[in-house]
């Protein structure tokens, strides 16, 4: 049995046998005031499968963020590493695109603009710059706003704006945290159907951090449960079919692993969140 396996009744293998990411017993400790250290990452061992769908849940504080931090090369581990392909994270790379909750486009420029903007960085000629964009902003329904700037679209619009402009860079990989955690109810369960909808389309890796245990369930094909001080505590295969409808979302399978996960958040010793 693979070392990196966990016990337990439906829980899952932490790493697939062909990763396109995998995390070998990362850690991350953080200098803190007076000479005192905080631990966000501690010996995480973790394979995200090609074109799988993972989700990463766990209470505030347990290191979600660090944990998709490092993966995107922005938060250097203290011990281990990540590898992507085979190949060890350096730093940031275009086969990685990161969405976060603030949308951070250009308030300057419009739809089209921000979706073309890391094309013309990457120097990708005009016409196919024009093309691809074009495809992504119809891809996410913004069509009819191309032309539009941030300021005039809803907070779930301009997401779906950030959302082009990641797929539009064609990265193998989405490294999503909380992407719609600004969002109201009803805008975020719509957000996550486009999401799913997106997905099943452009095949991508996808690694999505949420602290919503309805989110990690319906988007997940696995759920990532972590518990402070960044420990992956579980990791529970979500075994309900897809695509993932109005239906699936309201069965009694859907109400029964989320009451799981629920139970699995939210009665962590010392959670106090
Ligand atoms: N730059 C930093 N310097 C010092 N401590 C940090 C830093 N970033 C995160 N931490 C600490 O590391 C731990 C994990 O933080 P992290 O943001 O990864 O957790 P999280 O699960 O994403 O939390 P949340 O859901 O609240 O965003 C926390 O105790 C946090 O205070």
Redesign the pocket.
């Known amino acids: 049995m693979n070392a990196a396996r966990r016990d337990g009744a439906g829980a899952a293998a932490t790493t697939p046998d062909a990763a396109k990411i995998e995390f070998r017993e990362v850690g991350?400790v953080?200098?803190?005031a007076a000479g005192a250290s905080?631990?966000?990452?501690d010996r995480v061992a973790l394979g995200v499968a090609d074109e799988e769908f993972v989700t990463v849940v766990?209470?505030?504080?347990?290191?979600?963020?660090?944990?998709l931090?490092v993966a995107a090369g922005l938060v250097p581990p203290t011990s281990g590493e990540v590898l992507v392909d085979g190949r060890a994270v350096a730093g940031p790379g275009p086969e990685r695109g990161v969405i976060f909750q603030q949308y951070a486009l250009f308030p300057w420029l419009t739809v089209r603009g921000n979706v073309e903007f890391g094309l013309k960085i990457a120097r990708v000629p005009r016409r196919e710059r024009r093309a691809r964009a074009e495809y992504f902003i119809d891809m996410v329904g913004l069509g009819d706003f191309a032309d539009a700037h941030p300021r005039t679209l809803s907070g779930g619009m301009r997401q779906r704006c950030a959302l082009a402009r990641a797929y539009a860079a064609e990265p193998r990989i989405l490294l999503m945290?909380?992407p719609f955690g600004a969002l109201d109810a009803l805008t975020r369960v719509r957000m996550q159907d486009r999401l799913l909808d997106i997905w099943s389309r452009e095949r991508r890796t996808v690694l999505f951090?949420t602290?919503d245990v309805d989110e990690a369930v319906y988007l997940g094909g696995r759920v990532v449960v972590?518990a402070?001080?960044?420990r992956v505590q579980e990791v529970v295969d979500v075994g309900l079919p897809r695509p993932r409808t109005e239906e699936v979302r309201l069965s009694p399978e859907f109400a029964e692993i989320r009451n799981r996960i629920w139970h699995a958040v939210y009665h962590q010793e010392g959670n106090t969140t």
């Open positions: 991350k953080y200098p803190a905080v631990t966000a990452l766990g209470p505030s504080g347990c290191g979600k963020s660090t944990l931090g945290d909380e951090i602290h972590m402070a001080p960044g």
